[in-house]
């Protein structure tokens, strides 16, 4: 048998409904009960099967406790050196996770005791917890007396605040749609804080299907909410269904804001769609709202990259003649696009173009620019940015100094790598993963591995671990000095720090044994790979061919051939034979 239980609570002119759904379902072997959709989630009952809280507040636990072991009429000494630190949350988190499993009337006299204590406030959230708790354990009129009792002091036009207050919960919505079958009036302030805590939290899909059920309601549609629901779904990737909804904002009555039309805009251009977010900017202009700002460099950004230079350059003219005047994010977006293509040039002369319009730059704009001149291979002007940043009283951060470093290793000038990563000491900026990284590389390539090791242990210490690359060049660079032994401490540091060495990293010291000619120690490495589940490849059973030719050992190239079943590159192969020869 099924039973819904309707509270009715008159107010004056304010009729406060709340749809409490209790379902009763008997059988002949036991009978069991489920809590309302709106209430499972806080809901606690001895009764009910539930999972208590897997670390309870010391709090929690010592008043559970106090509770267990005393009467009602001995509360007050027992607990009185507790009330001072006891909060409306945490008599919520006591019915929620219940942890000694106390009876709803012991939990219902405790709420009571607390009433009456002047320290302690009960909440709205309290209270509907409280009302929820003695629902799902069959109190109904107790729960009932409750809620008449926070209308009442809540006074007129309570509703919405009272029912927004007990819906607070992550299916709230069963509870909204419970009143809606019902066919009572819908709490539309009460409808509209459930429709924000929905859109915070639920997925484009769910929170459109709510919005549209209060719409359908009579609820007053809005474009901002719908607005917020386009931005979630282009988010979401889901760019046909964003169309979608953006046509049903015509069809709500309402008109496109220059928000929607962006927003829709920026969906397809992130989707690389960008012949469907021109023709929405076509769209938008027919309908009389005007592109703005954002909604050129949306589409030149989309231009950019997909490497349409002219043609983002021929709308940031458009943009220009129209009147608006590009701002830095536009400005950055073209400059980004020119040096990602290798025209530093033109991005200079965008660059200057900018300050004669009397834009400022920001540091996002110089990094983009520093960045092109150090691909460019042109440290010297990105230095000469970096000193013209500062004098603009703007602070270089960790991927300034970051990409000044690198490029000045790919051009082999180590002494202003060394001079640059001084002065972001200087500056209190401290070196992450990227810049400790790009250092060690540098270092690695110009053959300072002792600076290279040392840097490697300023990076652990500071907290850092680094990847597999950064272990394995310097494990490589020692073994290009002969020096083994090095490697193998590196290698066995990697494994300490949870590192995972793979078969790169066993060539790299495979090689360095086989230079030394020991050959014993780098089949012995071979077993060791097969043991650790470290898949050879080609390069290792050349790298341990090679080794055998240059000790004129044929018998054991031709065991390892037999034994290994190594199939190899066939030129390489032929050319190690030939030396055998």
Same mark, same amino acid.
């Given at each position: 048998?099924?039973?819904?239980?309707?509270?009715?609570?008159?107010?004056?002119?304010?009729?406060?409904?709340?749809?409490?759904?209790?379902?009763?379902?008997?059988?002949?072997?036991?009978?069991?009960?489920?809590?309302?959709?709106?209430?499972?989630?806080?809901?606690?009952?001895?009764?009910?099967?539930?999972?208590?809280?897997?670390?309870?507040?010391?709090?929690?636990?010592?008043?559970?406790?106090?509770?267990?072991?005393?009467?009602?009429?001995?509360?007050?000494?027992?607990?009185?050196?507790?009330?001072?630190?006891?909060?409306?949350?945490?008599?919520?988190?006591?019915?929620?996770?219940?942890?000694?499993?106390?009876?709803?009337?012991?939990?219902?006299?405790?709420?009571?005791?607390?009433?009456?204590?002047?320290?302690?406030?009960?909440?709205?959230?309290?209270?509907?917890?409280?009302?929820?708790?003695?629902?799902?354990?069959?109190?109904?009129?107790?729960?009932?007396?409750?809620?008449?009792?926070?209308?009442?002091?809540?006074?007129?036009?309570?509703?919405?605040?009272?029912?927004?207050?007990?819906?607070?919960?992550?299916?709230?919505?069963?509870?909204?749609?419970?009143?809606?079958?019902?066919?009572? @009036?819908?709490?539309?302030?009460?409808?509209?804080?459930?429709?924000?805590?929905?859109?915070?939290?639920?997925?484009?899909?769910?929170?459109?299907?709510?919005?549209?059920?209060?719409?359908?309601?009579?609820?007053?549609?809005?474009?901002?909410?719908?607005?917020?629901?386009?931005?979630?779904?282009?988010?979401?990737?889901?760019?046909?269904?964003?169309?979608?909804?953006?046509?049903?904002?015509?069809?709500?009555?309402?008109?496109?804001?220059?928000?929607?039309?962006?927003?829709?805009?920026?969906?397809?251009?992130?989707?690389?769609?960008?012949?469907?977010?021109?023709?929405?900017?076509?769209?938008?202009?027919?309908?009389?709202?005007?592109?703005?700002?954002?909604?050129?460099?949306?589409?030149?950004?989309?231009?950019?990259?997909?490497?349409?230079?002219?043609?983002?350059?021929?709308?940031?003219?458009? !943009?220009?003649?129209?009147?608006?005047?590009?701002?830095?994010?536009?400005?950055?977006?073209?400059?980004?696009?020119?040096?990602?293509?290798? @025209?530093?040039?033109?991005?200079?002369?965008?660059?200057?173009?900018?300050?004669?319009?009397?834009?400022?730059?920001?540091?996002?704009?110089?990094?983009?620019?520093?960045?092109?001149?150090?691909?460019?291979?042109?440290?010297?002007?990105?230095?000469?940015?970096?000193?013209?940043?500062? !004098?603009?009283?703007?602070?270089?951060?960790?991927?300034?100094?970051?990409?000044?470093?690198?490029?000045?290793?790919?051009?082999?000038?180590?002494?202003?790598?060394?001079?640059?990563?001084?002065?972001?000491?200087?500056?209190?900026?401290?070196?992450?993963?990227?810049?400790?990284?790009?250092?060690?590389?540098?270092?690695?390539?110009?053959?300072?591995?002792?600076?290279?090791?040392?840097?490697?242990?300023? !990076?652990?210490?500071?907290?850092?671990?680094?990847?597999?690359?950064?272990?394995?060049?310097?494990?490589?660079?020692?073994?290009?000095?002969?020096?083994?032994?090095?490697?193998?401490?590196?290698?066995?540091?990697?494994?300490?720090?949870?590192?995972?060495?793979?078969?790169?990293?066993?060539?790299?010291?495979?090689?360095?044994?086989?230079?030394?000619?020991?050959?014993?120690?780098?089949?012995?490495?071979?077993?060791?790979?097969?043991?650790?589940?470290?898949?050879?490849?080609?390069?290792?059973?050349?790298?341990?061919?090679?080794?055998?030719?240059?000790? @004129?050992?044929?018998?054991?190239?031709?065991?390892?051939?037999?034994?290994?079943?190594?199939?190899?590159?066939?030129?390489?192969?032929?050319?190690?034979?030939?030396?055998?020869?």
């Amino acid at each position: 048998m099924k039973m819904a239980v309707i509270l009715k609570i008159n107010n004056k002119k304010n009729h406060f409904l709340l749809l409490l759904s209790l379902s009763f379902s008997r059988s002949s072997s036991s009978t069991s009960f489920s809590t309302p959709a709106w209430y499972a989630c806080n809901s606690s009952s001895p009764t009910l099967s539930h999972s208590h809280h897997p670390n309870p507040d010391p709090i929690l636990l010592s008043l559970s406790q106090a509770i267990n072991n005393t009467q009602t009429k001995s509360l007050d000494s027992s607990l009185n050196s507790l009330l001072p630190s006891l909060t409306a949350s945490h008599f919520i988190d006591l019915i929620t996770f219940n942890p000694c499993s106390l009876s709803p009337h012991s939990l219902l006299s405790f709420f009571n005791w607390l009433s009456s204590r002047s320290t302690f406030r009960h909440t709205l959230h309290s209270y509907g917890a409280m009302a929820g708790f003695l629902c799902a354990n069959r109190m109904v009129p107790e729960a009932q007396s409750l809620l008449r009792f926070v209308v009442s002091r809540k006074g007129k036009d309570s509703a919405s605040s009272v029912f927004a207050a007990i819906v607070e919960s992550k299916d709230a919505i069963q509870c909204f749609r419970l009143v809606m079958k019902h066919k009572f @009036r819908i709490p539309f302030r009460g409808c509209e804080y459930l429709l924000g805590k929905v859109m915070r939290s639920n997925s484009a899909e769910s929170a459109w299907l709510f919005y549209s059920e209060i719409l359908d309601c009579g609820y007053p549609p809005k474009v901002c909410s719908f607005n917020i629901l386009l931005h979630k779904f282009c988010r979401e990737c889901k760019i046909v269904k964003a169309q979608l909804l953006f046509d049903e904002i015509t069809k709500r009555g309402l008109h496109p804001t220059v928000v929607s039309f962006n927003t829709l805009i920026n969906g397809y251009c992130k989707s690389g769609n960008l012949e469907e977010g021109f023709k929405l900017k076509r769209v938008m202009e027919e309908s009389g709202v005007s592109p703005d700002i954002f909604t050129y460099s949306v589409l030149i950004g989309g231009l950019c990259k997909e490497s349409k230079l002219d043609g983002a350059c021929e709308l940031f003219e458009e !943009m220009s003649k129209s009147g608006l005047v590009p701002n830095n994010v536009t400005f950055t977006t073209l400059i980004n696009g020119h040096c990602r293509n290798g @025209r530093i040039d033109l991005a200079m002369e965008v660059y200057k173009k900018m300050l004669g319009k009397g834009v400022k730059p920001d540091l996002i704009m110089y990094n983009v620019l520093i960045n092109g001149f150090c691909k460019d291979g042109n440290v010297g002007e990105a230095r000469k940015l970096l000193h013209e940043m500062k !004098m603009r009283g703007l602070k270089p951060d960790k991927i300034t100094y970051t990409t000044i470093i690198d490029g000045c290793f790919k051009e082999g000038d180590l002494e202003t790598a060394v001079e640059i990563r001084k002065e972001m000491v200087k500056e209190g900026i401290e070196l992450d993963n990227v810049a400790f990284t790009a250092l060690i590389s540098g270092l690695c390539r110009e053959g300072r591995i002792i600076d290279a090791e040392i840097t490697l242990r300023e !990076m652990l210490n500071a907290g850092m671990k680094p990847d597999d690359a950064t272990y394995t060049m310097v494990i490589d660079e020692f073994c290009k000095l002969g020096d083994v032994k090095m490697g193998f401490k590196l290698l066995k540091e990697m494994q300490r720090n949870g590192r995972v060495p793979g078969v790169v990293t066993y060539n790299v010291l495979m090689n360095g044994l086989c230079k030394k000619g020991q050959m014993k120690n780098a089949h012995m490495l071979l077993d060791a790979m097969l043991n650790l589940e470290v898949v050879p490849d080609d390069i290792t059973y050349n790298i341990l061919l090679q080794g055998h030719c240059k000790l @004129r050992n044929p018998e054991a190239v031709d065991k390892l051939r037999s034994q290994m079943g190594l199939v190899s590159d066939y030129a390489s192969y032929t050319s190690l034979v030939g030396k055998i020869k």
